[in-house]
């Protein structure tokens, strides 16, 4: 069983870099011109190689070939791969299957047949049928694991989406995704001048937005509509965050004029509401690799006063004349706010901005994840803006219930998710589960969903530019929470008998027969979370999740003198110290998971060391603040 295993890792490995091999070939034969037709036929000849194989083999075995196929065509397609290290993964993968034939004292395939007639013929069919013989041979709960490939890689995809997340990493730290910029020549002035002189021509409505397509200027104003579309300003700012290696395209399908009205608050709701309501604009957040953009482009001085806010980043923007606001369309939340202010009369109290989109993919998959997200990213805008027209003024009972809750609820609920969980989280913690479930062991997912808040701690407090704030306390505060939830489970419930103890019979003689009934343990487990809840309350949220650090709490390094900073230091590292050494002391605990403990308190005292010497990519607080040398910092989790 081990052998088949390794054999099926190893010949995955070797098919990755044969595809990037078989990729390299196709582009050199069809040329750069037909470059992304090229990695398309790729592509495909993966899927027709499963079509092929499966039916050729029982069913389950042709669909595990089939999920690990469009794992191969996806993977090798994004990890493009040069020459040579192609050939070193198909290299490496052979010699790797015969150190699994060694280490397990089995023969290879192939010890009786090289030197032989035909040597090369067998060796062609053997490898054409080395994945399904694998997955054949494989134990049912590899076979699982092996189709959840797929699953694995979108939810890697779902955090390597631009420059600054390339490595894909949950613990890393999240940069802000927000692209802000101005335009200033004097053509894109005349051009913006035109577009909004074309729209106060319509007759905007100011009881409601207005809004029209790019397809509806005249020649001269979709003239000038391009020019901003194309505009270096625009371009640079996505170069900014999608370098080298990415390629950014308008999504001209998606191209409008808006135009922002005061609405009544006490009337009934419209669909209008919506855009005061946290919202994310499309439904496409799993979508790997890909990013569809939305660039606001302000085309006056905003005179009522709409800003737009994003709490995931910590950041609003009131947009006037020339300036452009960019945002993801299908992963940012946000809402928009006004600040009541005297109204100009004429046409100066109109608020009218472009709706540019634009969409960026890495260059190797843009052909499928950059073009099919564009597609998709149009269909849904065309229709939900006809759901929005039809509400936006309800003219029955069944158009305002559907303004109430189609729109506007679905809009909450959507935003809600994002909001306390964030979708990418929740696409690594349902392929965890999966993974779990295929293996059929808890501890797959238990190591890993336990740690990953200590390494965002560590990474951010490092690397602390350009963080997006609101995100990074979200998600350490959600991975924390799923840690210590099951910590507690794992300790509490055979106690309380919601679980079996399962310890050895001869642990239970020892114990009298009390088995996982609380002791000591338990007042250490209370008291160390008690002090460390009260040194959060000392600290606040935004003081306990770096909000000094990252600039987002204006205040200096001082020593905090409420408890329990006043009685001993670093209390709220230590009280969680604390409380875990007391769970590690549960002998169900140490019986089942020896290691889950001491790995928590490693990790919290790495952290406690980085911040006691101020470990980040900067100058350390110490060498800014020499007089606060006597008082140094609180210490948090």
Known sequence: AGNVSAHV???????????????????????????????????AAWLAYAVAVGAEVPGSVGVSCGCVCLFV??????????????????????????VAHWYYGEETYQAHSWGESGALDLFVEHCYYLLPLTLSC???????????????????????????????LPFMSTKRRLLVGKL???????????????????????????????????????????RLVQSETIRA?????????????????????????????????????????????????????????????????????????????????????????AFDFHRESHYITKHNRPLPDGDAKFRIVLKLHYVAAPAPVFWCCGRLLRRLSVGYNVLFRSLFLATIAPTSRLS???????????????????????????????????????????????????????????????????????????????????????LLWIYAAPSLRLAPCALPDDDAHRLGGRRCAFGLD??????????????????????????????????????????????FPHPMILGQCLAISAIHLARHVRHHYPLLAPIHI?????????????FHDGVPWYRRHPAANAHPPPKRD
């Open 184 to 226: 200033q020549t004097k053509t894109e002035r005349e051009d913006m001048a035109a577009c909004r002189a074309w729209c106060i021509a319509r007759g905007p409505s100011e009881t409601t937005t207005s809004h029209w397509w790019v397809g509806d200027l005249d020649e001269a104003t979709h003239a000038a509509f391009e």
């Open 138 to 168: 494989a134990s049912r709960e590899t076979r699982a694991v092996a189709s959840l490939l797929p699953m694995a890689l979108a939810a890697w995809a779902n955090y390597a989406i631009d420059s600054d997340s390339r490595w894909g």
């Open 9 to 43: 890792a190893t010949t995955v490995l070797g098919f990755v870099g044969f595809g990037c091999l078989v990729t390299r070939c196709c582009v050199a034969v069809c040329g750069r011109a037909r470059e992304e037709s090229a990695r398309a036929v790729s592509a």
């Open 522 to 567: 338990l007042p250490l487990v209370l008291a160390g979370y008690a002090v460390s809840l009260a040194a959060t309350n000392a600290l606040g949220i935004d003081g306990t999740y770096f909000g000094i650090e990252l600039n987002v709490v204006k205040a200096d390094y001082k020593f905090v003198t409420k408890f329990p900073y006043n009685v």
């Open 400 to 486: 305002a219930l559907t303004a109430d809750l189609g729109v506007l609820g679905g809009t909450v609920l959507y935003n809600a998710i994002e909001k306390y969980v964030g979708y990418a989280n929740l696409t690594y913690y349902a392929t965890v589960a999966a993974l779990a479930l295929a293996a059929r062991d808890y501890a797959v997912f238990l190591y890993a969903t336990q740690f990953l808040h200590y390494f965002r701690y560590i990474y951010t407090y490092y690397d602390r530019r350009d963080v997006a704030y609101g995100q990074f306390q979200r998600d350490a505060l959600l991975y924390k929470t799923v840690a210590i939830t099951q």
């Open 237 to 325: 700012l996505f170069r900014s965050k999608f370098r080298e290696g990415y390629v950014v395209e308008p999504v001209r399908g998606m191209n409008e004029l808006y135009v922002s009205a005061s609405l009544d608050g006490g009337g009934p709701k419209t669909s209008d509401d919506v855009f005061f309501t946290q919202h994310v604009d499309g439904p496409f957040c799993f979508f790997p690799f890909a990013s569809v953009y939305r660039c606001i482009l302000a085309l006056d001085d905003n005179a009522p006063g709409f800003e737009t806010r994003f709490p995931n980043a910590r950041f609003g923007l009131e947009a006037r004349s020339g300036d452009v606001l």
């Open 73 to 98: 065509a996806l993977a090798s397609a994004r990890a493009d791969w040069g020459w040579a290290t192609s050939a070193f993964a198909v290299a490496a993968a052979y010699c790797l299957q015969d």
């Open 602 to 614: 490693a990790l919290y005292l790495v952290h406690m060391l980085q911040e006691i010497f101020d």
